[in-house]
């Protein structure tokens, strides 16, 4: 009995598919092979920069920072720090310290600029001694809205009365600003008067055994100077958003009101650089 032939339609399908399989699976072979190889390659020749936390921290203060000072004393600022007060909430000193912060300026406490009354700051001794704790070198400032001599003496009294002969590192910090709001006390007050009552605290912090320092603006600059002021203090100047501050040798330039900080969750915080030579 002969068998019959293979029908000629049913082999051609069988082909067909086959051949159509191998199409597809080639490309996705082929690809595989570029990306392991690509991978085997990356891994071979790539080493992947590692960084600290405080390196990475310190890189960008460094961006943000350091190359914004005086050109011509850019080598001297150097030491980066922060101010901070009630407002920056509970901070983890240990982890400020990490990221790069050197010092602290600490606030002791204000004056109300419609109430005239003088309060403690609220974070006052706890940041004091979380600082120190941490390492990090202490200042402190007081937020003044005097208007007279006599209040001026009755705040920097405060400040000793606080302090109570604790060592710190670095000065006591006269901070009188002028605020915008209409009820505040110290609106247009004379500039000789804001003069007067400047020079009345820092003698008496002097006298009572700590270094006196002045916080200053481009509006009070030309008050101070003018009083001789600039020349028998050290001299801590805001002025932000610019490359380099228009006033230089400079002791500190505060340079940031918008800072970030490892540490420090609540609120932006003042960053600053001060001369590596400043004691």
Not at 48 to 65: D, I, Y
Not at 195 to 219: D, H, K
Request: glycine share 8%; net charge negative; with cysteine.
């Amino acid at each position: 009995m002969t068998r019959p032939p293979i029908p000629p339609r049913r082999r051609k399908r069988k082909v067909r598919f086959g051949r159509l399989l191998a199409l597809m699976i080639t490309p996705v072979l082929i690809l595989y092979a570029l990306v392991m190889g690509l991978a085997f390659v990356r891994t071979l020749f790539h080493q992947p920069a590692v960084l600290s936390q405080a390196e990475k921290s310190e890189r960008s203060l460094v961006e943000t920072g350091y190359q914004n000072a005086c050109p011509e004393e850019v080598n001297q600022l150097t030491r980066f720090g922060i101010d901070v007060s009630q407002f920056q909430g509970d901070i983890d000193w240990h982890s400020v310290a990490e990221s790069g912060v050197e010092y602290a300026f600490i606030r002791v406490g204000a004056k109300g600029y419609g109430t005239g009354e003088i309060y403690e700051d609220e974070k006052f001794l706890n940041n004091l001694y979380g600082a120190k704790e941490a390492g990090i070198s202490v200042g402190v400032y007081f937020f003044s809205q005097a208007i007279s001599d006599e209040e001026a003496m009755q705040e920097a009294d405060y400040v000793l009365s606080m302090l109570n002969g604790y060592p710190i590192e670095l000065p006591v910090v006269f901070d009188f600003e002028q605020p915008d709001e209409q009820e505040a006390r110290t609106k247009n007050l004379p500039s000789d008067q804001i003069a007067s009552q400047a020079r009345t605290f820092l003698e008496r912090i002097q006298a009572g055994g700590y270094r006196p320092m002045l916080y200053l603006n481009r509006s009070l600059f030309p008050i101070y100077e003018n009083a001789g002021l600039t020349e028998q203090y050290p001299l801590w100047y805001a002025q932000y958003g610019v490359d380099a501050p228009d006033h230089c040798g400079l002791d500190i330039w505060q340079y940031s009101e918008s800072g970030t900080i490892p540490g420090i969750s609540d609120h932006h915080v003042d960053l600053n650089l001060m001369r590596a030579d400043f004691q």
